[in-house]
């Protein structure tokens, strides 16, 4: 039996719903679908990777947060106040655990969709001016985030069958 291609619209517009969703319910902040579409520079950026690969499609989600939504997600996720400290493990863990949650929630819709994958462990990127570069071949999109005053930067890059 052939299984139905998938396109990057698809993920795409699986991703705009699901960080909605895991944004309100995990770190308690509302995220909405920006109209702008394009990726707002940061000063000084945290991105995370997570992989997914299956027989017919992989790809990798990147999650670009602004350093300081990092510390605003991290105190939201665990229930600190504005002026507790927050140490960077406790960034690192939080913002590990949102990208395990947004791949994780993809991984699952793809198995649904008959294009079962296996996902890699996150990855976290420290910087203030890096680019991610892929091969021509491979289908990207992006999604733009409003949330908590400041804007999240989701991409899936992937190469489809």
Not at 10 to 34: C, I, K, W
């Amino acid at each position: 039996m052939l299984k139905p291609t998938l396109q990057i619209s698809q993920l795409a517009e699986y991703m705009s719903r699901h960080v909605v969703d895991v944004f309100g319910t995990m770190l308690y902040l509302p995220a909405n679908l920006s109209k702008q579409q394009t990726a707002p520079p940061f000063a000084n950026r945290l991105s995370t990777c997570v992989g997914f690969a299956g027989e017919n499609l992989s790809g990798v989600v990147y999650v670009h947060y602004s350093e300081a939504f990092t510390r605003c997600a991290t105190a939201a996720m665990l229930g600190l106040g504005p002026d507790e400290l927050i140490s960077q493990a406790q960034i690192n863990q939080v913002i590990g655990e949102v990208a395990n949650m947004l791949t994780g929630g993809l991984k699952a819709w793809l198995g649904d969709n008959n294009q079962p994958c296996a996902m890699s462990t996150p990855t976290l990127i420290r910087g203030k001016a890096f680019t991610l570069e892929t091969l021509p071949e491979v289908e990207q999109t992006t999604l733009v985030f409003d949330c908590a005053g400041d804007q999240v930067v989701v991409e899936i890059r992937a190469t489809l069958a």
